[in-house]
Nanobody, 113 residues
């Protein structure tokens, strides 16, 4: 059974940085596309970033140039490096693997002074 565990969230001041990690258990990691989504209070969950098996990446427009997604197949881990964080980045961040669609439990990111 595939499981995803996120970590690395926390409280940071505007302009600060965090690195989120998503560790995947199971043998399909190298065959899977990994996405990061986020959900702010009272809002729908939104796509943030994606990395394919070939290493191609896509980003939400508002995070381009600030966030970087990467993967380490040997460690079965995907990272989301978040720089120059803004209060509007505050949300629970979720890791998602496809196929099949599998979600982690989420990690809270709060950007506040």
């Amino acid at each position: 059974q595939v499981q995803l565990v996120e970590s690395g969230g926390g409280l940071v001041q505007p302009g600060g940085s965090l690195r989120l990690s998503c560790v995947v258990s199971g043998s399909i990691f190298s065959l899977a596309t990994i996405n990061w989504y986020r959900q702010a209070p009272g809002k729908q969950r939104e796509f943030v970033a994606r990395i394919t098996t070939a290493g191609s990446t896509n980003y939400l427009d508002s995070v381009k140039g600030r966030f970087t997604i990467s993967r380490d197949n040997a460690k079965k881990t995907v990272y989301l490096q978040m720089n120059n964080l803004r209060p509007e980045d505050t949300a629970v961040y979720y890791c998602n693997l496809i196929p099949p669609s599998t979600w982690g439990q989420g990690t809270q990111v709060t950007v506040s002074s």
